[in-house]
């Protein structure tokens, strides 16, 4: 399955951005899809996670009650809705995909496909 990612821009402290992923090359709600971000100097971290049906979902505890990740299979489209932003959110962002569901959902080595990433960035 191939990605794309769009929506990444500037934004103001407090103010909201939605990003989106396309996948193509498969059938799409067969693959948990994810968003991570990189910041220069840091590892890739993990954002937030979600089943290939859309009812389950995962959020590492600093974007919770802020990001909202869900996905339009008819559309092969996964989005992450990011409001209340904070310029410690300023990030490359990028979606990945990959088969079934397990515990380590939030590791990156265990996500094969990946999408170019978008550049979000808060200003203070």
């Known amino acids: 399955v191939q990605l794309q990612a769009y929506g990444g821009g500037l934004v103001q402290a407090g103010g909201s951005l939605r990003l989106s992923c396309v996948a193509s090359g498969d059938t799409f709600s067969s693959y948990t899809a994810a968003w991570f971000r990189h910041t220069p100097g840091k590892e890739r971290e993990f954002v937030a996670v979600v089943s290939g049906g859309g009812s389950t979902t995962n959020y590492d505890n600093r974007v919770k009650g802020r990001f909202t990740i869900s996905r339009d299979n008819d559309k092969n489209t996964v989005y992450l809705q990011m409001n209340s932003l904070e310029p410690e959110d300023t990030a490359d962002y990028y979606c990945?995909?990959?088969?079934?569901?397990?515990?380590?959902?939030?590791?990156?080595?265990?996500?094969?496909?990946w999408g170019q990433g978008t550049l979000v960035t808060v200003s203070s």
């Open positions: 990945a995909a990959r088969g079934g569901w397990s515990q380590d959902i939030w590791t990156m080595s265990k996500y094969p496909y």
